[in-house]
């Protein structure tokens, strides 16, 4: 803490010397504070929030010349380019030196289709006087085995243009067998009905054996807006990056990459250019992005397994978008295109969307007394309660847990729990106090000692490239299984119905499903699907068909946030965003999804630590992003005071708001008056509410919104209570606030 003459008190945290980053290290090291405000400072206070580190100050000197150490740079996020209207040209598709001009109305690509399909150009009618260029070279890539062909080199037949209505579709035949390649189709790129450039490559296998292909498409590489350092990207991964830092990004479409849309923008330019896929079937691939020295090169790179021959080999639709503004811009038109077939399964519940603290526990830990053979809910939930002032939903982790049939499969050994009669009623008690309950089945694990798993594992679980089968460790007795078996889906489905009837919960959890991760891929030849197989659609037909066998009451849970198709068959996820996102990048850990999608629930699980020793700093983010917190420390122990003392503020702003926090009116990383301090933004009926992150590692105090203002609003900063007086002009108001470093807030508009 600098405590100055002034009486302002700004805390910091140092930046340590020999790294040249903000950190505290082992061992001697020297610290700087610098960039201090021009102010007598009246003393110094360092304060240590680690129960099991010492700090010895040995020497403070002060350098009152000109600043020798520079703060290290904080990714921060440029003011939004406004959405303007562009001079549009005709969309049609012209030949042109060997190839053809294929105009959208504000894109225009020139395309090579003699000997080779090559990508020479792109025009952007929307970036105004700041130039667009991409490096010329293939749009695809064609493979077998070790062979990979450009679309330079693969042997192209006679192009067509055809017209249809609006629409002119250009195509153009491939074929990659004389360059030993058993891949041959067609590649079309359609103009007219909107202001997309949209590609489709429809591919099929040659031959009489089976092949396994490869196929990347688009590549698209060395895109630039102006210069390499003012080219900005959007990237869609879990959670979301907007920046401009070199980096290179390889995500799978699921719960790595859930939506569909990428862009590269420039804050000096009134334009940008989306890429997007519109696919509704769950072809996996993985998206891929590049920011070097040469710009930002984008690839999609399919999922290769074994085709039979004349199989069709699956890519979506592809679009290329020039537009107007910034990355938002290429959201909202995403977002449009979503919002457009996404339907869930079942209506949104409204008591599961007002839901943000949820606490897991054990049966066979606090939940029961083993000696008296007693259930404790009663205990549970009041201690839960007294801690942070609420307690919104109790998750029961190990309900079904056996030791004699093992912790998975069978959910139905009620007896070694003291029958299912007392659960029930347990369970009972916690609802009527209030508090919804749910119930942990896992997705993929089940024990081959369970009665069910005895006969039946062995039929269903995953099988690697060698045959083996997939076991949750080695030695293990729980078999992961294939979710794209007809046999598993139909236990689990049967499952869920069962313990929904017997114990009726609130809410059931399907472990592990929604990373959809390379880890469970499927090499079976048993199970009716090709080898090897992701487990991208047999997750969203299993979670389908466990949705389906619920009441619709029942909330249905994965761990993780899906990809946007297969989060319609489910009411929420836990999600590791904040965990995984990478803070250099992202500092702010935006989590997109939850804003593109606001009615799909999202528990953001930060870490399994205890939150001790202030290590809690991630705690902050879910606030940041109005989600809800997954937490499992026991209220003994398990926080440092910072810790619980956040919680239970939070958690008291989240729910005495909910109004704003569940609504659909949400927007992320609003324009704010400090790059490096990051707003959202929740609007209900009657008040808005702006979440505030300060990315700097000093305290901000100033300025930080500007936003519309009525008659009579009232503002508040939602931590401290404290009325805020805003500097209106006109229908604006400018907000104030004080912000700690690395520190959230939020202020509440009351109309």
């Known amino acids: 803490e600098v405590h100055y003459a002034d009486g302002v008190v700004d805390e910091m945290l140092p930046i340590a010397l020999g790294a040249g980053a903000h950190q505290v290290r082992t061992g001697p090291a020297v610290y700087c504070l610098t960039d201090l405000r021009p102010a007598a400072i009246h003393s110094l206070v360092l304060r240590n929030r680690m129960e099991t580190a010492r700090f010895c100050v040995t020497a403070i000197t002060l350098n009152e010349g000109e600043a020798l150490t520079l703060e290290p740079a904080i990714t921060g996020l440029p003011a939004p380019v406004s959405v303007t209207t562009p001079e549009?040209?005709?969309?049609?598709?012209?030949?042109?030196?060997?190839?053809?001009?294929?105009?959208?109305?504000?894109?225009?690509?020139?395309?090579?289709?003699?000997?080779?399909?090559?990508?020479?150009?792109?025009?952007?009618?929307?970036?105004?006087?700041?130039?667009?260029?991409?490096?010329?070279?293939?749009?695809?890539?064609?493979?077998?085995?070790?062979?990979?062909?450009?679309?330079?080199?693969?042997?192209?037949?006679?192009?067509?243009?055809?017209?249809?209505?609006?629409s002119t579709t250009l195509r153009v035949p491939v074929d990659g067998r004389p360059g030993g390649v058993p891949v041959a189709g067609e590649l079309f790129i359609e103009v007219g009905e909107s202001d997309d450039i949209l590609m489709d490559l429809r591919l099929t296998v040659t031959g009489e054996t089976p092949v396994t292909p490869v196929v990347n498409f688009p590549t698209i590489r060395g895109l630039q807006l102006g210069g390499v350092e003012d080219t900005w990207y959007l990237w869609g991964r879990k959670g979301g990056i907007v920046g401009q830092r070199p980096t290179n990004q390889r995500q799978a479409y699921g719960g790595e990459y859930p939506i569909q849309v990428a862009d590269v923008f420039s804050p000096q330019a009134p334009g940008g250019l989306a890429l997007l896929t519109y696919d509704l079937r769950d072809i996996y691939r993985h998206w891929e992005l590049a920011k070097d020295e040469t710009g930002v090169s984008w690839k999609m790179a399919y999922w290769p397994y074994e085709h039979q021959p004349s199989g069709e080999i699956e890519t979506a639709p592809t679009a290329l978008r020039a537009h107007s503004g910034d990355w938002r811009e290429a959201l909202a038109i995403y977002k449009s295109w979503a919002h457009s077939w996404y339907r869930p399964q079942v209506a949104r519940k409204p008591w599961f969307q007002g839901i943000f603290y949820y606490q897991q526990t054990w049966a066979w830990g606090e939940l029961r007394d083993r000696k008296a053979g007693e259930w404790r809910m009663a205990e549970a939930v009041n201690r839960y309660r007294d801690?942070?002032?609420?307690?919104?939903?109790?998750?029961?982790?190990?309900?079904?847990?056996?030791?004699?049939?093992?912790?998975?499969?069978?959910?139905?050994?009620?007896?070694?729990?003291?029958?299912?009669?007392?659960?029930?009623?347990?369970?009972?008690?916690?609802?009527?106090?209030?508090?919804?309950?749910?119930?942990?089945?896992?997705?993929?694990?089940?024990?081959?000692?369970?009665?069910?798993?005895?006969?039946?594992?062995?039929?269903?679980?995953?099988?690697?490239?060698?045959?083996?089968?997939?076991?949750?460790?080695?030695?293990?007795?729980?078999?992961?299984?294939?979710?794209?078996?007809?046999?598993?889906?139909?236990?689990?489905?049967?499952?869920?119905?069962?313990?929904?009837?017997?114990?009726?919960?609130?809410?059931?959890?399907?472990?592990?499903?929604?990373?959809?991760?390379?880890?469970?891929?499927?090499?079976?030849?048993?199970?009716?699907?090709?080898?090897?197989?992701?487990?991208?659609?047999?997750?969203?037909?299993?979670?389908?068909?466990?949705?389906?066998?619920?009441?619709?009451?029942?909330?249905?849970?994965?761990?993780?946030?899906?990809?946007?198709?297969?989060?319609?068959?489910?009411?929420?996820?836990?999600?590791?965003?904040?965990?995984?996102?990478?803070?250099?990048?992202?500092?702010?850990?935006?989590?997109?999804?939850?804003?593109?999608?606001?009615?799909?629930?999202?528990?953001?699980?930060?870490?399994?630590?205890?939150?001790?020793?202030?290590?809690?700093?991630?705690?902050?983010?879910?606030?940041?992003?109005?989600?809800?917190?997954?937490?499992?420390?026991?209220?003994?122990?398990?926080?440092?005071?910072?810790a619980h003392q956040f919680l239970k503020k939070a958690f008291s702003i989240l729910n005495s708001n909910e109004d704003a926090f569940c609504s659909n009116d949400v927007e992320p990383l609003v324009s704010t008056l400090q790059p490096t301090v990051f707003a959202n933004r929740f609007s209900g009926e009657h008040k808005t509410v702006w979440t505030l992150f300060n990315a700097e590692f000093r305290t901000f105090r100033g300025d930080v919104l500007r936003v519309p203002h009525a008659a009579g609003t009232k503002y508040e900063d939602a931590f401290s209570g404290e009325q805020i007086l805003p500097r209106v002009e006109g229908d604006t108001a400018t907000l104030p606030i004080t912000l700690g470093p690395k520190g959230v807030g939020a202020i509440i508009a009351q109309r």
């Open 88 to 166: 549009r040209g005709q969309p049609g598709i012209q030949p042109v030196d060997g190839g053809f001009a294929i105009q959208s109305g504000v894109l225009r690509m020139d395309l090579q289709t003699a000997g080779g399909v090559r990508l020479r150009g792109l025009q952007n009618r929307c970036t105004g006087d700041v130039p667009m260029r991409v490096d010329p070279g293939p749009l695809f890539e064609l493979g077998k085995g070790e062979k990979l062909l450009t679309s330079e080199q693969v042997t192209v037949g006679e192009p067509a243009v055809e017209t249809n209505g609006r």
């Open 387 to 642: 801690y942070f002032g609420c307690l919104d939903y109790l998750h029961i982790f190990d309900f079904g847990e056996s030791p004699t049939y093992g912790r998975v499969g069978d959910y139905n050994h009620y007896d070694e729990l003291g029958g299912l009669d007392a659960m029930r009623a347990a369970i009972a008690q916690a609802k009527d106090m209030g508090v919804p309950v749910g119930l942990y089945i896992e997705g993929y694990l089940c024990d081959e000692r369970g009665i069910w798993g005895r006969e039946n594992v062995s039929k269903y679980n995953i099988r690697r490239a060698d045959g083996t089968p997939l076991l949750w460790a080695a030695g293990s007795t729980e078999h992961m299984m294939c979710p794209a078996s007809q046999g598993w889906r139909k236990h689990l489905a049967e499952t869920y119905a069962r313990v929904a009837g017997e114990l009726a919960p609130s809410g059931m959890y399907i472990d592990q499903y929604g990373f959809i991760d390379l880890g469970k891929v499927c090499n079976s030849r048993e199970h009716g699907h090709p080898v090897p197989w992701p487990p991208i659609r047999g997750e969203k037909d299993t979670t389908q068909a466990i949705r389906a066998a619920l009441p619709p009451e029942i909330a249905n849970i994965t761990e993780e946030t899906p990809n946007d198709v297969n989060s319609q068959h489910q009411d929420g996820a836990l999600g590791y965003s904040v965990t995984f996102s990478d803070g250099s990048l992202m500092p702010h850990r935006v989590d997109l999804f939850r804003f593109l999608f606001p009615d799909f629930k999202v528990f953001q699980l930060v870490q399994y630590n205890a939150f001790t020793q202030g290590a809690w700093h991630l705690l902050k983010y879910p606030f940041f992003n109005g989600e809800a917190t997954w937490v499992h420390a026991d209220v003994a122990g398990g926080y440092c005071e910072d």
